[in-house]
């Protein structure tokens, strides 16, 4: 049908979730098709495509048929959009309002809710905002009933995870109840044998790993669970019986195994972005003795005892001067102190990197450092470094290089100022241009334009308003930071021994670089990240 010498082509767009429960035959998919083919029929619109969320919420726009539609509107295959009302759109109001008052308009897409009477080409929609905060309240409360009920469920002791532990399975007849997997609960059973024996976790894992029996993960993946699938995938055949003294670690503080159920060991902290939050044990539920256990309750607790108590024996009396400060240049991942007992020669102590133990075997960096050889280089390089700053000339131009950007004389309270002033004028001519375009006064073409030129300025100012806050808080911090590293020079010129404090104050990270052929000696580099000042010595 030509509708104001437009043709449209129409997407009609149904959602249902499980959020909106059985709320009669008006809610249902096929009835919302019905309903929007109906109406499209009556008016001679052209249904290009349908597209069906079934079962995804209100406040996810993650949905597959939601993103299609969306990139079919960007490849022009349609420029009308139909939904019985505007929660089938969204529940969050503030989206809602977006694509409503923002996208739609700027993809010349005109939206009809057909219930709610909302139709974006004629100018009826001044009680859209309030719809969509009802809906977006609706969402909210859903969210809370749901917490309740998971917790309701929690206390009365229901399996409530998506993915069973290893060593159970779900009842075929009950999805909240664990049963025996006979398969696993072997290893499970000898998992626990070995540490009642005195083996700790590493032990145990390359105990399992020598008898090549598969790993959970790949267990699960071979039986089904494609969960799963992505890390079999990255794997070669050996390391499907691989086991980590992490995953080892975790089966033996579990509870589950002696059929006690944990549940709620995280929380969602918002219903809008769905991010998980790990619960302190206090905020989690425990019922005891909800499923057949595969581990007796006393062996359990004897493992725990002996985990509480398998401490690593003190090697060294050597105080950690570096501790925290020392990173791998090559990963970038902090770099730990380990002591290593070789075999007919002697004790040495040194930084690993944490990457170590996996690339020590194949062509790429292993990166590690003698501690006694890094101590002296810093030792020299502190020397090196209180031995140009003795005089006050030599230390300002030191610090003066750190913040270069302060020889520049800029009034920065007049121009942020005057960045605060564009803004408000900008964030108005904004409101302006989209009134005159919904009014029709200027065209969308030159819409389109004023607002990209109205949103870059806007953006360039943004950035240069936060650089001038950095520059101006820097620029307040100068003289403070000279008078701070001339105490702390005037307390370490002429020291003995270097000491945490020392390194503390003054130093702010160390890197430490590994470069040469694989298999051949390599080349150390050290550098050294100093407070206040940008130094390479």
């Given amino acids: 049908m030509i509708f104001n010498e437009t043709i449209y082509r129409a997407g009609i767009y149904c959602r249902l979730s499980s959020d909106d429960g059985n709320v009669g035959d ?24 349908i597209y069906v969320d079934d079962g995804w919420s209100g406040g996810n726009f993650n949905r597959p048929e939601f993103k299609r539609m969306i990139q079919d509107i960007e490849d022009k295959k349609i420029n009308m959009v139909i939904t019985k009302d505007l929660s089938r759109l969204d529940r969050d109001y503030l989206m809602t309002g977006h694509y409503m008052e923002m996208y739609f308009p700027s993809k010349n897409v005109r939206y009809i809710a057909l219930n709610d009477g909302i139709d974006t080409y004629k100018d009826n929609n001044d009680i859209a905002p309030f719809k969509n ?19 309701q469920r929690a206390l009365q002791g229901m399996f409530l995870g998506g993915c069973t532990p290893y060593g159970y399975k779900k009842n075929p007849s009950n999805k909240n109840e664990l049963i025996i997997d006979e398969e696993p609960a ?71 195994y002696i059929g006690d159920m944990e549940n709620l060991k995280a929380q969602v902290v918002n219903y809008k972005t769905k991010q998980l939050r790990r619960n302190s044990q206090d905020k989690r539920i425990v019922v005891k003795d909800t499923h057949k256990p595969i581990i007796e309750r006393s062996d359990f607790e004897r493992v725990q005892e002996l985990l509480q108590e398998r401490k690593y024996p003190v090697k060294h009396n050597l105080e950690n001067i570096f501790k925290g400060l020392v990173y791998c240049g090559c990963c970038k991942k902090r770099m730990t102190l380990a002591i290593e007992n070789r075999e007919k020669r002697k004790t040495r102590i040194i930084y690993k990197c944490n990457s170590y133990a996996h690339f020590r075997n194949v062509d790429k960096h292993c990166n590690i450092f003698h501690y006694h050889e890094l101590k002296n280089i810093v030792t020299d390089k502190l020397r090196s470094f209180f031995s140009l700053l003795k005089d006050d000339s030599q230390l300002l131009d030191l610090i003066q290089e750190k913040y270069d950007s302060n020889k520049i004389e800029i009034n ?35 819409y389109q334009s004023l607002l990209k030129d109205y949103q870059a300025e806007q953006k360039e100012l943004k950035s240069r308003y936060s650089l001038y806050i950095n520059e101006r808080d820097n620029k307040k911090n100068y003289v403070s930071e000279i008078n701070m ?44 990240v100093y407070r206040f000042i940008d130094l390479k010595i």
């Fill in 26 to 49: 008006s809610s249902s998919i096929q009835t919302q098709k019905m309903m929007l083919e109906r109406f499209c029929k009556e008016n001679g619109y052209i249904i290009s495509n």
């Fill in 133 to 151: 905060i009802l809906n977006d309240m609706y969402l909210k409360d859903i969210s809370k009933k749901v917490k309740s009920a998971r917790r």
């Fill in 186 to 256: 072997k290893v499970i059973k000898y998992i626990f044998k070995l540490a009642l024996l005195g083996l700790g976790s590493l032990a145990i894992a390359k105990e399992l790993t020598k008898q090549r029996i598969i790993n959970p993960s790949s267990y699960k993946s071979m039986n089904g669970d494609t969960r799963f699938d992505r890390y079999v995938k990255l794997r070669n055949e050996e390391e499907v019986y691989k086991w980590s003294s992490v995953s080892v670690n975790s089966i033996l503080r579990d509870m589950v």
């Fill in 412 to 446: 920065y309270d007049i121009e942020l100022e005057k960045i605060e002033k564009r803004l408000a004028i900008l964030s108005k001519l904004t409101k302006k241009i989209y009134e005159d375009y919904a009014n029709e006064i200027i065209d969308d073409d030159s």
């Fill in 485 to 528: 590293l001339k105490e702390i020079i005037n307390d370490y010129l002429d020291f003995d021994e270097l000491t945490s404090e020392m390194v503390y104050k003054l130093i702010d990270r160390i890197e430490i670089y590994s470069e040469g052929e694989y298999g051949k000696p390599k080349q150390k580099t050290i550098k050294i």
